[in-house]
Antibody, heavy 115, light 110 residues
Framework: QVQLQESGPGLVKPSETLSLTCTVS????????WSWIRQPPGKGLEWIGY???????TYNPSLKSRVTMSVDTSKNQFSLKLTSVTPADSAVYSC?????????WGQGTLVTVSS | QSALTQPASVSGSPGQSITISCTGT?????????VSWYQQHPGKAPKLMIY???KRPSGVSNRFSGSKSGNTASLTISGLQAEDEADYYC??????????FGTGTKVTVL
């Protein structure tokens, strides 16, 4: 059974960079696409982007200028960086497998942007 | 790239059938058979219920079915059960390798 686990700081200051890592267990990161999705408190889901295990990426146009994703196949991990964050970026950030649909999800991690 | 439109809430009694709509545009739902549906219980990760409009992943009850007509996709839950009470989100491919989620629907079992 594939499992995903997000990790990273739960509190980020405005204008700084949000950095999260997703560790995949129970399966290989190789051969699959991996996505990041966020959900502001009390609101709906927003697709952030995806990365292929080769490192190829596609981002949500609304976030593209601030997002960078990377992958480390040796650690079975992939990562998200979001720069110049504001309180509007406060959300539960989840990693998931796939792109056309998302069949495995992490539990999500709450990131709050506040000084 | 605007969020797909879903009703804020839908309710039904146990045993009944309910349908959740997901309305997009000719640039997303209307152009691609790449609509998926997710069930999310409070504090839990979303669960894939339907993919590619009407396909069910292994392990998902056949009480859940999906369809699409024009720019609107639908998720039908038949034989409604208490455990179906949750939030439901649709998602569609929107072209140029991008994806858009729906606004979400809270399903209440009366």
């Amino acid at each position: 059974q594939v499992q995903l686990q997000e990790s990273g700081p739960g509190l980020v200051k405005p204008s700084e960079t949000l950095s999260l890592t997703c560790t995949v267990s129970g399966g290989s990161i190789i051969g699959h696409y991996w996505s990041w999705i966020r959900q502001p408190p009390g609101k709906g889901l927003e697709w952030i982007g995806y990365i292929y295990y080769t490192g190829s990426t596609t981002y949500n146009p609304s976030l593209k200028s601030r997002v960078t994703m990377s992958v480390d196949t040796s650690k079975n991990q992939f990562s998200l960086k979001l720069t110049s964050v504001t309180p509007a970026d406060s959300a539960v950030y989840s990693c998931a497998r796939g792109y056309d649909y998302f069949d495995y999800w992490g539990q999500g991690t709450l990131v709050t942007v506040s000084s | 790239q605007s969020a797909l439109t879903q009703p804020a809430s839908v309710s039904g009694s146990p045993g009944q059938s309910i349908t959740i709509s997901c309305t997009g545009t000719s640039s997303d739902v209307g152009s691609y058979n790449l609509v998926s549906w997710y069930q999310q219980h409070p504090g839990k990760a979303p669960k894939l219920m339907i993919y590619e409009v009407n396909k069910r992943p292994s392990g998902v009850s056949n009480r859940f079915s999906g369809s699409k007509s024009g720019n609107t996709a639908s998720l039908t839950i038949s034989g409604l059960q208490a455990e179906d009470e949750a939030d439901y989100y649709c998602c569609s491919y929107a072209g140029s390798s991008t994806y858009v989620f729906g606004t979400g629907t809270k399903v209440t079992v009366l």
